[in-house]
């Protein structure tokens, strides 16, 4: 009889996402997040950045949704413990709302976030045309391509793919390990949560906030052929915005589409732009980040 634990499902995985955005009120302005389930070693900046929203949310009145959030990461969490959140108060206007963040573990700074609320008003409408892709029915997810692929890819990376997530990816654009080519630097994929996770459309735009960071910063390795799993490569998040333009399901299918203009001195600037399948623009994300290359360590 086997003991070898069978994998959690879809649902399963969704509301695992809900928890691990949840934050707990302790005291005035101050909130607590749970630690990564089964984590270990570093935090997921996109964990810490939705729980801080999360925790601004909680400090705003609900007709006022995020419009953008601007984070920076000082230091790497530990995903094996909680992490608290301060809150501050800067500003309840008759329009927008402001609100800055202080996520904290072992008594210091590990990122600063900055969010803006508003409330909701009509005016001039304009957007960029949805990009011309497959639909997510026929493109592989990752764990079907590494399946394909099994023999060529890292160990460290397949035990990557093969763990549980939340969130399902489906890559349009096949980015190393899955290809060593030299090319442009974009890429795509389809996205969502694996499994419904309600209505409230305040956790729908935390859970965008925590699965904007997936992927994002190796669009500047892209071209480069080099991937997160590299030995000489060093990667690390430094800072993360993100512009919400209007509502949308992280449960549906979303199309993440994602390039690097610039890369230099170790450093990557990447944007992201999220469509609704029906074409609807509700996002655009940037981030910097470093991407230093390193010598391999020995053994």
């Not at 995985?13 to 630690?35: C, K, P, T, W, Y």
């Not at 892209?222 to 690390?236: E, I, L, N, R, T």
């Amino acid at each position: 009889m086997s003991d070898k634990k069978p994998k959690p499902t879809g649902a399963e995985m969704a509301d695992s996402l809900v928890r691990i955005l949840q934050v707990e009120r302790v005291e005035e302005n101050f909130f607590l997040g749970i630690a990564t389930p089964g984590g270990r070693g570093r935090s997921f900046g996109g964990q810490v950045i939705g729980q801080a929203l999360r925790a601004a949310n909680m400090t705003v009145a609900e007709d006022r949704p995020v419009h953008s959030l601007h984070g920076y990461f000082m230091r790497p969490g530990d995903a094996t413990q909680p992490v608290l959140y301060q809150v501050e108060r800067d500003r309840d206007g008759g329009s927008f709302t402001t609100r800055r963040v202080v996520a904290i573990q072992n008594g210091k700074p590990i990122l600063n976030l900055a969010a803006s609320f508003q409330v909701v008003e009509p005016g001039l409408s304009h957007q960029d045309e949805m990009p011309d892709v497959p639909p997510p029915e026929e493109v592989k997810t990752e764990l079907e391509l590494a399946a394909e692929m099994e023999g060529e890819l890292p160990e460290m990376f397949l035990e990557w793919v093969n763990m549980p997530k939340p969130v399902e990816m489906r890559p349009i654009t096949k980015r190393p390990p899955f290809s060593r080519e030299l090319g442009s630097h974009k890429q795509s994929m389809w996205m969502r949560v694996t499994g419904n996770i309600g209505d409230d459309m305040a956790l729908h735009r935390a859970a965008l906030a925590f699965t904007s960071d997936y992927g994002l910063l190796g669009t500047a390795t892209v071209g480069h052929a080099k991937a997160f799993v590299d030995p000489d490569m060093q990667f690390a998040s430094l800072d993360h915005a993100v512009w919400f333009h209007d509502d949308f399901r992280m449960d549906e299918w979303l199309l993440y589409e994602m390039d690097s203009p610039w890369a230099g001195g170790a450093r990557g600037f990447n944007r992201g732009r999220i469509f609704t399948r029906d074409g609807r623009l509700v996002a655009n994300v940037a981030q910097e980040g470093l991407i230093r290359q390193v010598t391999p360590k020995e053994g």
